[in-house]
C-alpha cells in the first residue's frame, strides 16, 4: 500500500446485515490486504463498524460483469454471503453496471441478482439448490435445551438450524458458540441458526462465524432455514417469509432465462459513503 492512501468506501445494509464497501478495481488492494482492512475498519466502536468487508473485483470471465469478494469482520475469508451479494449487487448497479440484472462471480461460484425497478431497495438473488441437507444431526456437543430438530445445509457456507418453540426464549450468544465448533459440524464450522415456526412464518435469529455473535439476519442463514423447513414439511406455502431481526425476507422460486430458480428476496439500504486513510 502506497503511505497514506485515501480510499472511498460505502456503509450499506441487508435488513441490518452491515458491511464496508467497496471498488477493488481502483484500489487492487492482495487478499491478505482486504484480511487487514476488513480487521481493522469492521471493529465496532474502534473502526466504522460492520459484520464484513465486500470487494468488488474485476472478473476472471467474459460473460459476468464482476467478481465478488468477501471477508468477515475478523479478517477470515467466506465464499459467499447472501446479504453481501445482495448489497454488492446495489452497488454495482449505482457504479457503471448496466441492469437490472447481473451475473457475477464468487468463491462460492457464479450468482445473478436483480433490482426491481419500482423498488430499488428491494434486491433478489438467484441462487443454487441447497447442499449437503443432513436430517436429524446428532452433535457431540450436549446442548443446554431441547431442541425440536437440528438439520445442516450448505447454501454456499455451512449453516445448523434448530428448530425452537419459543425463539424469544433462546440466548444466542451463550448457546451458539459450543454448536458452531461442534466436532460433527464440517471445517471451519458452521452459522448456527435458531428457527421458529409461527403461523406459517419463520421466525430467526442467526450467530454467524468471523463475525462471533448475533447478526441482523443473514441472507444465506435465511436460505438454508427456508430449505430445511421445506424439506420437514414445516413451511408448506411459497414464497417461505422469513422474519428477521433485521427484517423481512422471501425464498421461492421464479422462472427465468435459466429456468425455475430459487431466489432470496430482501431489503438493501445505503447508509452513507465515507473515506479512511490507509497508512
Do not use: Q
Not at 84 to 91: N, S, V
Not at 216 to 232: I, P
Amino acid at each position: 500500500m502506497s503511505p497514506s492512501l485515501v480510499v472511498e468506501f460505502t456503509k450499506m445494509h441487508g435488513a441490518g446485515n452491515d458491511f464496508l464497501v467497496l471498488d477493488n478495481r481502483w484500489y487492487r488492494f492482495s487478499d491478505e490486504e482486504l484480511s487487514d482492512l476488513a480487521a481493522t475498519w469492521c471493529r465496532r466502536r474502534f473502526g466504522v463498524g460492520a459484520d464484513g468487508l465486500l470487494a468488488l473485483a474485476d472478473a476472471d470471465a467474459d460473460d459476468v460483469a464482476y467478481r465478488m469478494r468477501y471477508v468477515n469482520a475478523d479478517g477470515s475469508w467466506a465464499t459467499m454471503c447472501g446479504n453481501g451479494a445482495r448489497c454488492l449487487a446495489r452497488f454495482a448497479l449505482n457504479a457503471d453496471f448496466e441492469g437490472p440484472e447481473l451475473a457475477f462471480e464468487t468463491d462460492a461460484g457464479r450468482y445473478h441478482a436483480t433490482v426491481d425497478e419500482e423498488r430499488p431497495d428491494l434486491v433478489r438473488l438467484y441462487v443454487p439448490p441447497a447442499r449437503e441437507l443432513e436430517l436429524d444431526v446428532t452433535l457431540e456437543h450436549t446442548a443446554p435445551f431441547s431442541p425440536e430438530a437440528v438439520h445442516y445445509a450448505d447454501t454456499g457456507t455451512g449453516h445448523l438450524v434448530i428448530f425452537v418453540p419459543d425463539l424469544d426464549a433462546v440466548p444466542v450468544e451463550e448457546w451458539a458458540p459450543p454448536l458452531r465448533h461442534d466436532a460433527r459440524v464440517h471445517p471451519p464450522g458452521a452459522n448456527v441458526n435458531f428457527v421458529e415456526v409461527r403461523d406459517g412464518d419463520l421466525h430467526l435469529r442467526t450467530y454467524e462465524k468471523g463475525v462471533e455473535g448475533e447478526t441482523l439476519s443473514c441472507g444465506t442463514g435465511v436460505l438454508a432455514a427456508a430449505a430445511l423447513a421445506e424439506a420437514t414439511d414445516r413451511a408448506p406455502e411459497t414464497p417461505v417469509t422469513v422474519e428477521t431481526r433485521g427484517g423481512t425476507f422471501r425464498v421461492g422460486t421464479a422462472t427465468t432465462s435459466r429456468g425455475r430458480e430459487r431466489y432470496l428476496e430482501g431489503p438493501v439500504v445505503t447508509v452513507f459513503r465515507g473515506t479512511l486513510t490507509v497508512p
